[in-house]
């Protein structure tokens, strides 16, 4: 597994540098990104993270209505093949009868399902579906977030009190597509979601692996899973 890297922000080069802190990492190292016909996107010079500023967010009824549109079925092999691209590499590296969380797990759930048909015990947390506080007061072997944190309006708030409920040892795997640069991005379908709100990249996950002392294993382009390292008795 490799360890924390040592991340490098790009340069945004010729860019307005605006007054709303980065929802990430608080830096107020913010400038202009790219701008369509519904929305502007920023992004920290500090984590990389492009993000929509909250004056453009939906509302939570608008948002929940969005949700209520998915269709993933639990029967549907086609959406299996696509946790699995999570599952397996989180799978992979966990001890036998593991207790994990699946964070966000939507209307019908299928991660938890999966982890328990493979011997683990499995609690869930959505905001909108299965909205018990207790379930982030415990702790846990093993964390999923899997297409969750691009809806994060809070996201520092929320991954570090995801941090907080891993064991010491314990793994936190993230599924998002991750943010491409400025030209790609004007053409990128993600981020016309208007449910999706922040875009992570490769160097924001980076930046993250450093702030924890984590170590960091990319498993897929899109998937990244964060190793909270035993903290030494000596």
């Known amino acids: 597994m490799a360890s924390a890297h040592k991340f490098a922000p790009v340069p945004i080069g010729d860019a307005t540098l605006l007054s709303v802190p980065c929802p990430l990492c608080k830096a107020e190292k913010v400038f202009d990104f790219f701008q369509d016909k519904r929305r502007t996107y920023m992004r920290c010079e500090v984590c990389n993270l492009v993000f929509v500023p909250p004056s453009q967010f939906l509302s939570a009824a608008d948002e929940k209505r969005r949700y209520d549109l998915h269709q993933n079925s639990p029967d549907d092999l086609n959406y299996r093949r696509f946790l699995s691209r999570i599952f397996i590499p989180m799978q992979n590296c966990l001890n036998p009868g593991s207790y994990g969380l699946d964070f966000g797990s939507g209307p019908e759930p299928l991660l938890s399902v999966m982890f328990e048909e493979a011997g683990h015990s499995m609690t869930i947390?959505?905001?909108?579906?299965?909205?018990?506080?207790?379930?982030?007061?415990?702790?846990?072997?093993?964390?999923?977030?899997?297409?969750v944190v691009e809806h994060l309006y809070c996201p520092k708030k929320e991954l570090e009190r995801l941090w907080g409920c891993l064991k010491d040892g314990g793994k936190l795997g993230i599924m998002t597509k991750p943010a491409p640069d400025r030209e790609a991005f004007?053409?990128?379908?993600?981020?016309?979601?208007?449910?999706?709100?922040?875009?992570f990249s490769k160097v924001t996950f980076e930046w993250l692996a450093d702030q924890w002392n984590a170590d960091l294993t990319f498993a897929d382009k899109d998937v990244a899973i964060f190793h909270k390292r035993k903290v030494s008795s000596i």
Request: hydrophobic share 40%.
């Open 125 to 147: 947390f959505d905001f909108f579906y299965a909205n018990l506080p207790s379930a982030l007061e415990k702790q846990y072997d093993f964390i999923t977030a899997t297409e």
């Open 186 to 199: 004007s053409l990128w379908h993600y981020k016309n979601d208007l449910t999706h709100v922040c875009f």
